[in-house]
C-alpha cells in the first residue's frame, strides 16, 4: 500500500458505518475499521481523530453548502425562505443517500457520546447558518433564533421521515413540518404566563 | 467524617464549579472537588458518574419542574402557551441563581466535552416537554416541533441576556425572543425554494 490512498476518508467512512451497525460502535476497533478500507490502522488516525470522527465525514462540506444556500438565497428572501432553502438542499442531499443517512442514524441514536456528538455538530450548523443570515443584514437576534429553528425542524422532520410515519420524501417532510411550526405560531397565545 | 453527608451532591457541585472556573475543568481532579467539599474521593463517585456529570446537578429537577409547567397550563393554553410557561419557570430560577448560572455557562462554553453533555441535556429536556405536550392531547409532530422550538428559543435568548447584549431580567428576554421568532415567521415566504 503506497502513501496515495484514493478517496481514503470516503472508504474509511463508509467502512466505519458498516462495521458499527453490524457489530456496534463500542466493539468495533479503528484497526478493524481502517483493515474494511483495505488501509492501515495508522492511516486511520491520519483522516480522523477518532473513532466518533470518522461518522461526521462530510459534514464540513454540508456545513459549506448550507451556508451557501443562505449566502445565495435572492435578495427578497426573509431569513426564514434563506433558511428554508438550505434546509431543502440537506434534505435532497439526505434523500438521494436514504440508506446510508437511516443506517448511520440507526447507529448515532444508538451511543450517547454519538448523540453528542450529532448534537455538536448541528450546533455548529445553526452558528454557521446564523453567520451567513448576519451577513444578509439581518439582525443577531433574528439570525440566531431562525437558524436555531431551522435546525429544530429540520431534526423533527427527519426522525419522522426516518420512521416511516412522514412523508417518504424528506424534503416535502421539511417544507410540511416548516408550515407545521409556522401555523402553530400563529396561535395567538391565550396567556402571558407569570410563574409565582 | 460519617456517612451521612448532608447535601453532598450540592456541595459537589458548588465545588466542582468553582474549581473549574478558578483553574479549568481539565485541570481539576474529582479529588479536589470532593477535598473542597469536605468529602472523601470515592464519596464523589457515590453520587456522580464522572466529572462531567456534576455539572449538571439539578438538570434532573428543572426537567421534572417543566413537564409539570406544560401539564399544569390551562386547558385553554396552546402547545405554544405550555411551553412558554415552562420556559418561564426555568428562567425564573436561573434570574434567582444569576451568579451560578453565568458562571456554569463559561465553565461549559469553554469545553467541547462539557458543551456535548449539555446539548444532551437540553435534548432530553426538549423530548420531555414533547411528551407532556402529548399528554394534553397535541399531535406528535407539533408536540416535537413546539418542544424543540421552545428549547432553541432558550438557548438563544439565555446567550443574549447572559452576554449582556439582551434584557438584564431573563423571563422578559425569553418573552421577547419568543415574540420574536413568531413575529419572523409571520412573514409568508417568498418563495417555495426548489434547489436544482
Redesign the interface.
Known amino acids: 500500500m503506497g502513501r496515495w490512498e484514493p478517496n481514503a476518508r470516503g472508504r474509511l467512512a463508509q467502512a466505519a458505518l458498516t462495521l458499527y451497525s453490524e457489530q456496534g460502535f463500542d466493539q468495533t476497533t479503528a484497526a478493524e475499521i481502517a483493515n474494511l478500507a483495505g488501509l492501515k490502522e495508522r492511516s486511520f488516525f491520519r483522516h480522523f481523530a477518532d473513532k466518533r470522527e470518522v461518522l461526521f465525514y462530510g459534514t464540513d462540506s454540508l456545513q459549506d453548502l448550507l451556508v451557501r ?1 443562505v449566502a445565495d ?2 435578495p ?6 434563506a433558511v ?2 438550505a434546509l ?2 440537506a434534505g ?1 442531499i439526505v434523500q438521494e443517500n436514504s440508506e446510508t443517512a437511516r443506517l448511520r442514524y440507526a447507529v448515532v441514536s444508538a451511543n ?1 457520546e454519538l ?3 450529532e ?2 455538530k448541528l ?1 455548529e450548523i445553526a452558528d454557521a447558518m446564523a453567520g451567513a443570515l448576519r451577513d444578509r443584514g439581518v439582525q ?3 439570525a ?3 437558524a ?2 431551522g ?3 429540520y ?2 422532520a427527519f ?2 421521515w426516518n420512521s416511516g ?2 412523508r417518504p420524501d424528506l ?1 416535502q417532510e421539511l ?1 410540511e ?1 416548516m408550515d ?3 401555523e ?4 395567538p ?7 409565582s
Chains 1, 2 share one sequence.
Open positions: 444556500s438565497a435572492p427578497s428572501a426573509t431569513a426564514m425562505d428554508s432553502a431543502q438542499v435532497a450517547a448523540r453528542e456528538r448534537l455538536i450546533a443577531d437576534s433574528a440566531r433564533l431562525v436555531e429553528t435546525v429544530a425542524v431534526r423533527v426522525a419522522r410515519q412522514g424534503q417544507r413540518s407545521e411550526l409556522r402553530v405560531l400563529a396561535v397565545l391565550v396567556s402571558s404566563p407569570s410563574p
